[in-house]
């Protein structure tokens, strides 16, 4: 059969998206799967990355030359998706039981990162070797059976490129946003090897119901098509593949640049790394699909090509250019909102995926486009003969492949770390400007004068970032200013191998003295909040420290993942017992980064305790063999890519086979990031791995989950002593916690009290990371809806009196005393809950100058946090600095009222601030509060008063 219906071309098509979509979809998986054994670091990244595209290299050519010589070229492929369904399957089912071979390998070893990098590669390699193979060779061999004569080859070639690709974008978008979410890991896999598996079936068909045995290509021209103008020269055919191989390359190092930058202006979650892999690839398959038609009617071909070089060269500094120095966020922002509008999305994922879609493809599209432009172009020139199209399409993917695995490695080693972000944009940008000038002088047709002629397109780059100033760290994504001076300074920042690392300074103006004052400092990677220094933020993180070691009889060995500002670990060594600390934080820059917050942390790295060690808290757990007494959790914001990892049941059984017997888990909890969903399942999967479970109050915001692998009892007497050590009595006086009531009083619940709570829920697992797809560009730390039903709603389910009774040891202390302690120690539980549903600060209107003023006095005057009376004095220092008749001062003065239980004076301040329209459900629920207690409501006493509604969705 020497030539194939045009539907037979179109049947093949459908094939071939279909098999785009599973490979994408495998691969996100895959990416998925090896973040969790190999840590999410980007060396681990880097690691999959050029394994996957050395197999997908390796394939391409080998097969593709098998292609050539073989005369059964669908039974071929048959073969080969039918193999990517399998292989891809069982290397799905292989990588979550692998924990045991790789703590093995590190033993193995000696415990050398060298050599256990070494060999972690090598694994990689060859488990996604075979897949990754096959997966290479389904273009050269589908083009060579399809094509049968050279005139039509650019389009045909180009065509199953841009099918193809079109269905990886397709399948990069669906993997995270639709099977992932709704299926879970594993059935997506089994889904992706399904289509695989179809796509053999109907390769097979048409080749049961073509008859056809062998492939007979016809050599002769087409002459209704244009030929090339002009011989292709060897100097020509070697420019061309040197150009592709460089264009593999950039692309694959602009990915990781692009990666980078959108994460630090939208936050580093996986939603946004769909996005970008979803329109980079859309762009190419567009791009590819536009020039396929014309790829075998071009008389310059060579000419094209040189101006599609130029044009992706000098589109990528453009569109940033563009981006920075004009209104087109706003455009954009305002499209999204209309799309939302439009189509009434209300779902918080969704909107953010959308906000994410528009900001990515205003920098990410017209360069992808034109990427794909340049590959139907590319193979018209470089395949000479039909005979050798299979070798000559694989030799592109090898070499362009193959390019692209340095160019991921180095992105991320070489650009990003040493050379940075803005600069090895323009690095790039410049490359491909060169092969555009080298395609355009090796034309037959060039002369001297035009090549000269295009040499001042090099200085369009240089001169649109000179004349706008442009500079993609000019602000941080949150930095925030009033006037001037600015309230947040920048006072570091670094380009660092896993993140952009950012220290501001927070302060405070003072109104009298017209000046800045410095009031805390933020750690920030990807303009992402990491932790701080705030009272808030030193409270919560101290206690999981505190807490325990209060607790524990002889704690003696300890970890810490995720170092931050060093308030956990410090807290951690101003215990005598502690002999060994551990710390394990994926980021080199943050530790580097602890003098920044000498302040606070006491220069705690000093300490001959504590060992710090640089590696996923994960990926450390499976390669040590060390148990501890204590082992503390405050992994960064949940939004982030890869931290569900550290939240799943999987994990705590991992932490949990380190503990000793005995020895206690505190894990943080910011549950305010999450729905209801998302926090049922994040607390149901620390419960089912852990035997006893506690719940404490870290800030209103911030919970503490504490797990033991026996029951868990609070001896009054050793808490009493241990905290009653200066060093340990100094830390806790700085985070406002005078005595061991106030320590032990910030218990909410214990895990049989919130068995009736999660009794319908469903653990987090590896399987289902549901986290993940409710974070994305719509909040940056901001509340979730449905983040208050969990706890503000369930005062129901706080822990009972006969509970908290079980579990305090009061066996040391004299009987007559114990009434006394359990009592004072329930008056504070309770008044530390009724303050845990106001949660002041994060609702009211204040403006970021006076919360940052509010931050500052609680340190200034060391008040008790949770004491209304201290609220309602805090407030008074605040009315002074605020502007008269300023909304702030009129609710300083209403809640001023309220603290002090002024009642008749708090009703009319609250209703003058309700006709105003601002926070109306939170401002209604003090004005109720306020008439409840004026008409002597039984249940406005001071034990269990009666508290503000919180906002409702």
Known sequence: MKYIHRWTHFYIYGIFILSGISALTLQVIWFRLFSVILGSTIYASSLVLAAFMAGFALGAYLLGVAADR??????????????????????????????????????????????????????????????????????????????????????????????????????????????????????????????????????????FTLKERSVHPVEKEDKSRPAISYAITKPIYRTVLVAFAASG?????????????????????????????????????????????????????????????????????????????????????????????????????????????FFTASIVFVPSFLLGAAFPVISKVYVQSLKSLGRDVGKLY?????????????GSYLFIQHIGLSLSLTILCYVFMVFGLLLWSVRPSASLSSSF???????????????????????????????????SQKIFFKEGLNETLTILELGYWDWASAQRHPAARVLMANSFGMASTTIQDRRYMRLFAHLPLSMLENPEHTLVIAFGTGSTAYSISRYPQVKSIDVVDLSKDIVDAAPFFEKWNHNVLQDRRVNVIVDDGRNFLLKTGQRYDLITGEPPPLANMGVVNLYTKEFFLLVRSHLNPGGLVTYWLPYYQLDHEAQKAVVKAFMEVFPDVIVWQGTPQNIILMGSNQPIRINFERVQKRIEEESVKADLRDILIKDPYALVGLILTDKATLDRRLADASPLTDNRPIIEFQNSSEWHGYHKPGWEDFFLSSSNYFLPKERLQEILDLSNLHPEDRPGV??????????????????FGEWSPLDTRHRNFWFDNFEKNNGDMYSFYEKSKLLESLDVELPEDSPQRELARALIAYYNKKYPEACPLFEKLLRKGDD???????????????????????????????PKK
């Open 453 to 487: 002629m295009v040499l001042p397109l090099f200085l369009l780059p240089l001169g649109l970032q000179s004349v706008t100033g442009f500079s993609i760290y000019a602000h941080t994504g949150t930095e925030l200013k009033i006037g001037k001076p600015a309230l």
């Open 920 to 950: 109306q459900q939170i401002l209604q629920g003090f004005l109720e509060d306020c008439k409840n207690q004026l008409a002597g409501d039984n249940r406005t006493g001071s034990a269990s008063r009666s508290v503000p509604p919180s």
């Open 822 to 839: 359990t009592r004072r120690i329930l008056d504070t539980c309770e008044r530390n809950r009724i303050n845990f549903t106001i949660p």
């Open 249 to 357: 390359f950039c692309t694959m190092a602009l990915e990781v640049l692009w990666i980078r930058y959108l994460f630090y202006w939208n936050g580093s979650n996986r939603i946004l790394f769909s996005v970008l892999l979803s329109i980079l690839l859309l762009g190419i398959a567009l791009g590819s699909a536009l020039f396929s038609r014309r790829a075998d009617a071009y008389k310059d071909p060579i000419g094209v090509l040189a101006a599609i070089e130029f044009g992706i060269g000098i589109s990528i500094i453009a569109l940033l250019v563009l981006f920075h120095t004009t209104g087109l966020p706003d455009v954009e922002l305002n499209l999204s909102q209309w799309v939302i509008s439009l189509f009434g999305i209300g779902d918080y994922f969704k909107k953010g995926m959308i906000l994410d879609i």
């Open 70 to 207: 073989s005369k059964h070229l669908l039974l071929m492929y048959v073969l080969i998706e039918f193999g990517i369904g399998l292989t891809g399957l069982l290397l799905t089912y292989m990588l979550p039981r692998t924990g045991p071979a790789i703590t093995l390998m590190y033993q193995v070893t000696g415990q050398s990162e060298v050599v256990f990098s070494a060999l972690r590669f090598l694994s990689c390699f060859v488990l996604l070797l075979l897949p990754t193979t096959l997966m290479g060779a389904t273009l050269p061999v589908m083009g060579r059976y399809l094509v049968r004569t050279h005139a039509s080859l650019g389009r045909i070639v180009g065509n199953l490129y841009t099918f193809n690709t079109l269905g990886a974008a397709t399948g990069a978008f669906l993997a995270d946003y639709f099977f992932v979410r709704t299926l879970g890991v594993w059935e997506t896999a089994v889904t992706a090897a399904s289509i695989n598996v179809f796509c053999a079936l109907a390769a097979g068909f048409l080749r």
């Open 398 to 410: 090898f070499w362009n492949t193959l390019s692209g695995v340095a160019g991921a490695i180095l």
